[in-house]
């Protein structure tokens, strides 16, 4: 009876009476949608209420799609351990209880802000880097591919959690995983960075870490604070058979916002050494995403990219790869000359 009420729980749909900006700072608690169903493009609505309270309690599951998979799995793994629970990987009932206490639902009805839908967008982006260097800035190539990383999600999810012929422009109203943060107060980052968090849906609350550990046996990022406390895990693709890891003790350096990416031929072993140079623009699609975290090992640091779909199922070139709100939150937690441990 207990796991049934639960179940139910995780399901529930709650009335939607209004519908807020979705870049507004504050939205009422009963502006919310219920959890979606399975029919909804094949969506577990079981898996995603749990992918949206994962996300929002630090232990990211990857894209929130409705989905089981690996980085679902260690997410659950990683909660788990921060709440000193038996760790399965599994949605078990302790698991489900522990998650529900934060009583948020799944979704919520927001409407397309004037900001957003403004854009700049630069439509098809070029595979060749010298003609990526020519543009003024490798931006998001669509409002649906803009919302889609606002909300932790897909363009696909989207489009299920919708309806296929949606207009998307400033008014329209979408229903989205509610993964709207605890505050937008970001300090002393300055104002373009702020806005890219914001753009982001990062907490500005979150808490600072001690050191940061990757582990290349389960393919995530973990944050620990003190007392060895795990304060939020993220999934991560990590080198290559080509481009390893590089184990060892290192520190974090530098962050960098919206940084520029310096493409250098002779770095990459699938790219002939030939090929010029070319100092590649900013922004969400570029190689290194909207955060470049560097460490002590030259050439060598923890990113965003440009498809957040890719993270723990393709290779990197030796570095760090996160998807660009979860590099954009650990950017946040970190701070220059904190430890970085990258072990097998």
Known sequence: MRDRKLLAALLCSLAVVAAAPLAGAAVAQNETGGSPQREDGGIDGTIFHAQVLLDRAGFAPGVIDGKKGMSFEEAVKGFQTSRGLKVTGVLDTPTRRALLTDKAPSTRRLRIDESDAQ?????????????????????????????????????????????????????????????????????????EAAKMLSDLNVSGDLPKAERIVVDKSDGVLRLYGEGDRLLA???????????????????????????????????FWDVADDEDEQRLPPGPNGPVGVVWIDISKENYGI???????????????????????????????ASDGMPVIFQA
């Open 119 to 191: 854009g700049p967008f630069v439509g098809s982006i070029p595979d060749d880097p010298a003609e990526q260097a020519k543009m003024e800035r490798l931006g998001y190539r669509n409002l649906l591919e803009k919302i889609a990383e606002k909300f932790h999600t897909t363009p696909a999810t989207i489009i299920a959690l919708n309806r296929p012929d949606m207009v998307l422009r400033a008014g329209t109203v979408l229903r989205l995983p509610n993964v709207l943060p605890s505050s937008r107060d970001y300090g002393e980052v300055p104002a």
């Open 303 to 333: 990113h965003g990219t440009s498809a957040p779909e890719t993270i723990q199922r393709a290779q990197s070139h030796g570095c760090v790869r996160l998807t660009n709100w979860d590099a954009a939150r650990v950017s946040q937690m």
């Open 233 to 267: 895990q993220f999934p991560a693709t990590m080198g290559s058979t080509h481009d390893p890891l590089p184990l060892g003790n290192w520190k974090v350096t530098s962050i960098a916002y919206n940084p520029p990416f310096h493409y250098q031929p002779e770095l």
